[in-house]
């Protein structure tokens, strides 16, 4: 991965702010050396043509992405519609990263979680990880390291 090849990301939204939506990109922006592209765009909810239009924006948006990034909290705040982009995901063979919510307030239905290829805690080494690994089957394994001051 460098910045001439970045990870294609679509993360699930609403088309209305949500704050782990947000946060999602807050994580992936303090990891050095990580670079990405963003296929969402929440701010461009169509004007007209109802629910088919909603949905072939959605399906633009998620086309070129190689990975979609579903803060839980999400699902559960528009299940019909978060359920949608998961439907588009699996049918267009693209893994699904789902983040628990903020907190680990939100319970969330098992089949939900069934369709996912991971589950991850807000955490940026763990979703970066998980990303590389979904997306391009980049093995990362880390280790943490800890530094003890013994003065």
Request: charged share 25%; aromatic share 12%.
């Given at each position: 991965?460098?910045?001439k090849?970045?990870?294609?990301?679509?993360?699930?939204?609403?088309?209305?702010?949500?704050?782990?939506?947000?946060?999602?990109?807050?994580?992936?922006?303090?990891?050095?050396?990580?670079?990405?592209?963003?296929?969402?765009?929440?701010?461009?909810?169509p004007?007209?043509?109802?629910?088919?239009?909603?949905?072939?924006?959605?399906?633009?948006?998620?086309?070129?992405?190689?990975?979609?990034?579903?803060?839980?909290?999400?699902?559960?705040?528009?299940?019909?519609?978060?359920?949608?982009?998961?439907?588009?995901?699996?049918?267009?063979?693209?893994?699904?990263?789902?983040?628990?919510?903020?907190?680990?307030?939100?319970?969330?239905?098992?089949?939900?979680?069934?369709?996912?290829?991971?589950?991850?805690?807000?955490?940026?080494?763990?979703?970066?990880?998980?990303?590389?690994?979904?997306?391009?089957?980049?093995?990362?394994?880390?280790w943490?390291?800890?530094?003890?001051?013994?003065?």
């Amino acid at each position: 991965m460098s910045e001439k090849d970045p990870f294609r990301v679509f993360v699930a939204h609403l088309f209305q702010e949500n704050e782990d939506y947000r946060r999602v990109f807050e994580y992936l922006e303090s990891r050095d050396n990580f670079f990405y592209t963003n296929y969402s765009n929440p701010e461009s909810m169509p004007a007209s043509g109802g629910s088919e239009a909603i949905k072939e924006e959605l399906r633009n948006q998620i086309k070129n992405a190689e990975v979609l990034i579903l803060p839980l909290a999400i699902y559960e705040a528009n299940p019909s519609l978060a359920g949608f982009q998961l439907d588009y995901a699996q049918a267009s063979k693209k893994p699904i990263l789902a983040i628990q919510s903020f907190g680990g307030t939100v319970a969330v239905d098992k089949s939900v979680l069934g369709r996912c290829d991971d589950i991850v805690d807000w955490n940026e080494r763990t979703i970066i990880s998980a990303i590389k690994r979904l997306a391009r089957n980049e093995n990362t394994a880390q280790w943490e390291t800890l530094d003890f001051n013994l003065d």
